[in-house]
């Protein structure tokens, strides 16, 4: 421990570092604590956690410790050898999940996408082990290069918002809100409160019961949900009966029974409670499952809506699937800065094909 300290009073480098990863830290936690619902956090807590590993490589190194130095290497290489394994056989991972999700769920489309995307990514390995690229003249090759670029461009966007998803779950939950948010979602046989609706409005109980615990006064719910071409009941008045069953007093109980997706969700129940309120100075959250929650508060966020979500448990085998409709969902919201990316790299490669496929006739 001495030696650290050491380290810290002879080098001002190591000094100005820890100063930077302070900052580093600092500007996340602000940004973070003041709104969780932008997607710079990820930017920004990824830019501390390499700062953090640049600090902390360095400060290993100058300590001069060999059995210290050594097992941090094997540390990273192990870290090294899980990413190659996990680039390595994801396809399978993904094919895996698809056969759980079609033995366990609906048979859609939407409950396909993991495998889909597991044998596109099969099938890339299978043409960058052939070696197929070899047999293409070189210009060729920089230009099928674009689909490269562009897939590592969104897996990039894809890992910001895993990170923004994963730190949206630990947002700090005051037990002081003046109405619950319940987000519904399709009705089985067109009537009745399947399980995963079920477990949305457990969770808001169960939040409303500690609120109560805690001192405070009891919240109201606003069961929001509108009713499908299928259903014979509006989703909020299907949520209703299923609360009062589950001991929730009706008197707690407000409807918005308009919405059709999870944008109207927010602005009609930001309407409903300003209406019981008086005005827009309430306190409010709103419920739904982990995987759903920062996407819809993008869009309580886009509706002027002030509240941030709390997510319910969602089984493991289901999430692939479902973060993957998720990241498209939020692809979509930014659709146009996305596609003026993937249009300048495809044009630059296009640039850098046809200068090599000129070189070579010259």
């Not at 000094?15 to 003041?34: D, P, Q, R, T």
């Not at 930017?43 to 956690?49: K, N, T």
């Not at 959250?285 to 319910?312: E, M, P, Q, W």
Request: net charge positive; aromatic share 16%; charged share 10%.
């Amino acid at each position: 421990m001495l030696q650290f300290f050491e380290i810290f009073s002879e080098n001002r480098t190591f000094m100005y570092l820890s100063i930077i990863v302070l900052i580093s830290l600092g500007l996340f936690l602000f940004s973070w604590l003041k709104e969780p619902r932008n997607l710079i956090n990820g930017l920004l807590f990824s830019l501390f956690l390499i700062l953090l590993i640049i600090w902390l490589s360095t400060i290993i190194v100058a300590t001069k410790l060999r059995q210290l130095i050594i097992s941090y290497e094997i540390i990273i290489l192990i870290f090294i050898l899980l990413l190659i394994a996990t680039a390595s056989f994801s396809w399978l991972f993904f094919l895996w999940n698809a056969y759980l999700v079609w033995r366990h769920e609906s048979h859609t489309l939407a409950n396909l996408l993991t495998f889909f995307l597991g044998i596109a990514i099969f099938i890339s390995w299978v043409i960058f082990l052939s070696g197929a690229f070899r047999l293409i003249p070189t210009w060729l090759k920089i230009f099928l290069y674009a689909p490269t670029a562009i897939i590592l461009y969104l897996l990039l966007v894809a890992y910001n918002f895993l990170v923004n998803l994963l730190l949206y779950q630990i947002v700090p939950r005051q037990y002081n809100q003046d109405y619950l948010i319940v987000l519904g979602s399709g009705l089985k046989n067109g009537k009745t409160v399947p399980p995963l609706l079920a477990a949305r409005i457990n969770r808001a109980i169960q939040f409303a019961q500690k609120q109560v615990a805690k001192g405070h006064q009891p919240p109201k719910f606003i069961m929001s949900g509108g009713k499908g071409n299928d259903e014979q009941i509006t989703e909020a008045e299907a949520m209703k009966a299923y609360a009062i069953l589950h001991g929730v007093d009706s008197k707690y109980i407000l409807l918005e029974t308009k919405s059709k997706n999870t944008y109207q969700n927010m602005q009609f129940s930001q309407a409903v409670a300003t209406a019981d309120f008086g005005n827009n100075h309430y306190r409010a959250k709103f419920f739904s499952n982990n995987y759903h929650i920062f996407r819809a508060g993008l869009d309580a966020k886009a509706t002027g809506l002030n509240a941030n979500g709390v997510g319910c448990y969602t089984r493991f085998y289901f999430l692939p699937n479902a973060i993957m409709r998720e990241f498209a969902g939020i692809l979509l919201i930014n659709k146009k800065r996305h596609l003026i990316i993937i249009a300048l790299i495809t044009v630059l490669f296009i640039i850098f094909a046809f200068v090599n496929l000129l070189n070579n006739m010259c």
